[in-house]
């Protein structure tokens, strides 16, 4: 039955990647487009300005620890954290070892994707290298990146400005800025990223910035990678409180988190002799909440910390000056700054973010909610932000979607994969809803055949009625507009951990939930009495993956009651333990040593 349905994913990042070996699994007939000519997303490298990548010399976030899919290992001789190189080699690793390779058309760009006449099949408009066409699908996934289309702030002078002026989606190297004085735009990952690797080119690096960002380093004072502090259940309990009382937990985890970044700017700081670490501590503090303004900053309840350990030490240093908030173009070489300071510079790089490219699919419904009017991404293009209705000035345009993937509509034959703005590694969350998606719609295929579920077996994950997916689309939109009143710098996306990942874990059929949670639940005690082994490795080692492959939850292979169980994944399970207890231990003697 699902080898007569046919899908479209659209883009080969993550979250392609992984929806195109999860339906594929469940029996779909799946073929994947790929503008570019290789597999990774934005982790490929392109000299392409239209194509946003990461740098050569990016180093993902994310400790080897808590990445890797759950069926796939990252390979053993991998450093802590990736080069951006080493996360596009996974990625085509993965793509080999699961004979994804067949079923992608490379180089194939689409433009929109539109219901048929008969409303029964998708349109999706492609051009490749033999020319325009238009194929037809049964269900679509679009996994295009979330990075595509950049962001620019007003800037009503540009064209008193002779210099360079470019986003930072089309840096791609620093020689061209040799010499040059340059702002930069932002105080993200990316314009941090950026400016370090301007230093030792340009003449001089300016980083502008209106509000200050929580910056953290990858590692703890004892060089144990932070990420891996946080097993499944301590995660599950915070986000049962994030759920239960935010006005507590918030103001909590920016406390922590802005001392993390005053304790990790002293380690980083300048040795100086003659110092106490009170009066380190007292010296580095006036620097990040004064001097540099990064206390000053959006609550990681609303926005991601950046992380990073050389920018800090390159505002020490000199060679990276913190500057107020670019207000606009002032002359043939000068911007004018916020507080009214007028600065000399050659170039301008604006890493001011991006947008998800709604229009692809000019249906998606849009809005709806919060008073706003129900309107589709076509008609959106078609009148931008500004010449709408006085309460839709300036107000974010948030897609209908339920569970932050499906549009109710079409729940049953489209999702959207680059939405989420998830708390947990991104790649993962990303093959968790490819998993959950493909149980979802093999279960809706399904739904009219006779049945074939046993009594007291798992329930097949069918989306619930329009009227429920609605519903709960609103309440998102509810929540999140309410967010943004507070803190305009709150990402769409942004996900209620509480909810959405039991719900991803509930639709993939991980069994996580069942058998391990919060301690303030009962679930876990049998595991820890039956499986005082496996019990240890999920609830005191750093949360990854593999567990989600442990459990099988679907021994029959029944369309939509569950994914695949792994095998290997017990040993997977254990061999992530017990590598990063050993890391630990090494990291703790060379500690001592020190």
């Known amino acids: ?44 490298f392109s000299n392409d300005a239209s194509y946003t990548s990461a740098l050569k010399e990016t180093v993902c976030n994310i400790s080897k620890f808590v990445s890797g899919f759950s069926d796939f290992p990252v390979p053993k001789d991998y450093p802590t954290f990736f080069t951006s190189s080493q996360v596009a080699e996974y990625f085509q690793s993965y793509a080999s070892h699961f004979n994804l390779y067949p079923h992608v058309r490379f180089n194939t760009t689409v433009h929109k994707v539109i219901r048929n006449a008969a409303g029964d099949t998708w349109d999706v408009h492609i051009t490749n ?96 990678p932070l990420d891996t502090q946080f097993s499944w259940p301590a995660l599950r309990l915070k986000y049962l409180i994030d759920y239960l009382v935010p006005w507590l937990i918030g103001p909590l985890g920016d406390k922590f988190m802005v001392n993390k970044m005053i304790s990790d700017a002293a380690r980083l700081s300048p040795p100086e002799p003659n110092i106490s670490e009170k009066e380190k501590w007292k010296r580095t503090e006036k620097l990040i909440r004064d001097d540099w303004r990064l206390a000053s ?85 078609q009148n931008p932000i500004g010449e ?25 034959s489209v999702a959207i994969l680059s939405w989420i703005a998830p708390q947990e590694n991104v790649w993962c969350v990303s093959e968790l809803s490819s998993m959950a998606l493909a149980q979802i719609w093999a279960a809706e295929t399904a739904r009219n055949t006779p049945k074939q579920c046993p009594d007291n077996y798992r329930s097949p994950a069918l989306l619930p009625s329009l009227e429920e997916m609605n519903a709960q689309v609103d309440a998102y939109h509810t929540w999140w507009r309410t967010q943004w009143q507070t803190e305009h710098s709150m990402r769409p996306g942004y996900v209620q951990g509480y909810s959405f990942y039991r719900f991803l874990h509930d639709s993939a059929g991980t069994g996580l939930y069942d058998n391990l949670d919060h301690i303030f639940t009962t679930r876990g005690w049998r595991l820890w009495w039956s499986d005082h082994e496996l019990w240890t490795w999920l609830s005191k080692g750093p949360m990854n993956s593999y567990s989600w492959r442990l459990f099988d939850t679907n021994p029959r292979g029944i369309s939509g009651c569950g994914r695949k169980a792994w095998p290997s994944a017990r040993q997977a399970t254990k061999d992530a333990y017990e590598d990063f207890e050993e890391y630990k231990q090494q990291m703790q003697s060379k500690s001592k040593d020190a």
């Not at 883009?11 to 469940?26: C, F, I, Q, V, Y």
């Not at 791609?172 to 690797?197: H, M």
């Not at 000056?321 to 173009?329: E, N």
């Not at 839709?392 to 079409?410: A, V």
Request: hydrophobic content about 40%; glycine content about 10%.
């Open 1 to 44: 039955m699902m080898e007569r349905i046919r899908v479209a994913v659209i883009g080969l990042g993550p979250a392609g990647l992984t929806a195109l070996k999860s339906l594929r699994e469940e029996g779909f007939n799946v073929v994947a487009f790929e503008r570019r000519s290789e597999i990774g997303g934005l982790w490929a």
């Open 129 to 224: 290298l033999d020319g325009p066409a238009v194929l037809s699908f049964d269900k679509v996934v679009l996994a295009h990146g979330c990075e595509s289309m950049p962001l620019w702030p007003p800037m009503p002078s540009r064209d008193k400005f002779k210099g360079t002026v470019i986003h930072g989606q089309s840096f791609k190297s620093p020689e061209l800025f040799k010499g040059k004085r340059v702002l930069v735009v932002g105080i993200g990952n990316t314009a941090c990223e950026v400016s370090l690797t301007l230093v030792n080119h340009a003449s001089k690096v300016y980083q502008s910035y209106r509000r200050g960002r929580i910056l953290v380093s990858r590692y703890r004072d004892d060089g144990i």
């Open 297 to 381: 900053c959006p609550s990681m309840a609303h926005v991601h910390p950046a992380v990073q350990e050389d920018f800090i030490p390159a505002l020490h240093s000199g060679e990276i000056t913190p500057v107020h908030g670019f207000k606009d173009f002032a002359g043939d070489s000068t911007v004018l700054l916020d507080d009214g300071v007028v600065l000399e510079v050659d170039a301008v790089i604006f890493c001011t973010g991006y947008d998800l490219d709604f229009k692809i699919m000019p249906e998606l419904e849009m809005d709806g909610a919060v008073g706003l009017p129900l309107r589709t991404a076509d008609d959106l293009a």
């Open 388 to 412: 709408g209705t006085s309460r839709e000035q300036h107000q974010p345009h948030l897609p209908r979607l339920y569970q932050m993937l499906f549009p109710p509509r079409y729940a049953s």
